[in-house]
């Protein structure tokens, strides 16, 4: 099977997969095994143990994230790519936050966070008298910890900041990487909602607001706004837009919470404790004289969601809340 790989393949493998003397053949059916024990019966682990490798893994037509490729099978059996956590206004949450974040990242898994709720700085801080350092100095508490930590001893961590729009550190928030060397293991997006882009459109103010008690704090230009916005991601690739309103729109389950953030790459919007468990089809593969092969292609869809559905079973997630909150929607 490993004539499947190429070089450049292999070496991946090899620097970040392979354990304890294992052949690619051997990770191939260590994964349908492991994740095949979400199944029911001994007689259906046995059936789709062999289907998994047979028609999914071992032709390499479909695979799995990293976490589950790296993990599956093995005591530290954590198999998701990446998590959303709740961050609330309040140190304890913050910092439980941190502690999440980082047995998240050593399990092998990536963070989102939406700092939405964090008081603008210079906000006073009644337990203590003092004033509020802003979203963007505890993103660095997040970063600092990101880097002392490494994903299952085999890759850097990486986290999504969000903020919204309407945040009164949000232009600060938006060159918070613009010199390149801040916040390098962060990812960040702009919570841009659906009354953000019509004031672009019809060039209005925009107003920031405090996140506690409603009211504004400053007017701007929203055109000029958002050219900064694409100035900054010109520059440095950061900041992206999570268009927030758009995604709750088409949230299945929206009796369980509203969209805040997303994984580090952004391709999925989470609820608090969920994770992505993400797979990828090679399409290629069902492509003969340009013509697809639908009925080779439904047949691995449907497999490869029965993978998935299976590795939601069979994960060993590092905190119970992820645990109950996945089991719950089962979102892959």
Same mark, same amino acid.
């Given at each position: 099977m490993s004539t499947l790989f190429t070089p450049n393949a292999l070496n +991946? %493998?090899? #620097?970040?997969y392979l354990t304890d003397g294992e052949t690619p053949e051997e990770l191939q059916q260590r994964i349908a095994r492991g994740v095949a024990r979400g199944e029911e019966t001994d007689n259906a682990y046995e059936s789709y143990a062999h289907r998994f490798l047979d028609e999914l893994i071992s032709p390499l037509v479909f695979l799995p994230n990293s976490p589950t490729i790296g993990n599956a099978g093995k005591k530290m059996a954590q198999l998701s790519a990446c998590f959303v956590l709740p961050v609330e206004d309040n140190m304890t949450s913050i910092f439980d936050a941190v502690k999440n974040t980082a047995r998240i990242h050593q399990s092998g898994g990536g963070t989102g966070f939406a700092f939405s709720r964090l008081r603008p700085t210079g906000m006073k801080v009644r337990t203590t008298n003092g004033v509020s350092s802003g979203p963007v100095s505890f993103m660095e508490v997040f970063d600092k910890a990101t880097e002392v930590v490494k994903q299952g001893g085999t #890759? #850097? =961590?990486a986290n999504m900041g969000i903020l919204s729009a309407s945040h009164p550190d949000i232009l600060q928030f938006i060159q918070c990487k613009s010199d390149m060397v801040s916040l390098q293991n962060f990812n960040i997006s702009v919570a841009a909602n659906d009354n953000f882009m019509e004031s672009v459109i019809h060039d209005e103010d925009w107003s920031l607001t405090d996140p506690h !008690? =409603?009211? +504004? !704090?400053?007017t701007i230009s929203a055109v000029e706004f958002f050219d900064s916005i694409t100035d900054e991601a010109y520059r440095n690739g950061d900041p992206g837009l999570f268009f927030i309103d758009r995604a709750n729109r088409d949230n299945p389950i929206p009796h369980l919470g509203s969209y805040e953030a997303t994984n580090p790459c952004g391709e999925e919007p989470l609820l608090a404790y969920e994770s992505c468990t993400l797979g990828s089809i090679d399409v290629s593969k069902f492509v003969s004289n340009g013509t697809?092969?639908?009925g080779d292609l439904s047949r691995v869809v449907l497999l490869s969601v029965r993978? %998935?559905?299976n590795v939601v079973t069979v994960n060993r997630f590092p905190i119970e809340a992820l645990a109950v909150m996945n089991r719950r929607t089962r979102k892959i």
């Open positions: +991946v %493998l090899n #620097r970040r #890759r #850097r =961590g !008690t =409603g009211e +504004v !704090t400053s697809i092969r639908w993978f %998935l559905d």
